[in-house]
């Protein structure tokens, strides 16, 4: 989450900026940034997805460094790859 409700300078009209950083948007980036507008439209009309590959996220894109300057983490990433095995 970044911007200004990230930072506590929200007003009545503040949209709710989400980075979204996963090497599943390096297929296509502009489909995913639409499939995830839709999904957050019908939650909260507000909320304004932001889809990133990790390798397009640099500080020559426009909203890194805002991104970094005011943004926190909502969920960490996973340091290990384990494939969970279902119970019996």
Do not use: C
């Not at 300078?9 to 950083?21: F, V």
């Not at 390798?55 to 340091?79: A, W, Y």
Request: glycine content about 4%.
């Amino acid at each position: 989450m970044f911007g200004s409700q990230a930072v506590g300078r929200a007003h009545e009209w503040s949209d709710i900026d989400l980075a979204l950083i996963s090497p599943v948007f390096a297929k296509d980036p502009i489909s995913s940034q639409l499939a995830l507008m839709q999904i957050a439209t019908q939650i909260d009309w507000r909320i304004e997805p932001h889809v990133f590959a990790p390798s397009d996220f640099d500080v020559n894109h426009p909203l890194v460094p805002e991104i970094q300057r005011t943004g926190f983490s909502l969920m960490v990433k996973r340091t290990a790859n384990k494939k969970r095995k279902a119970k019996a």
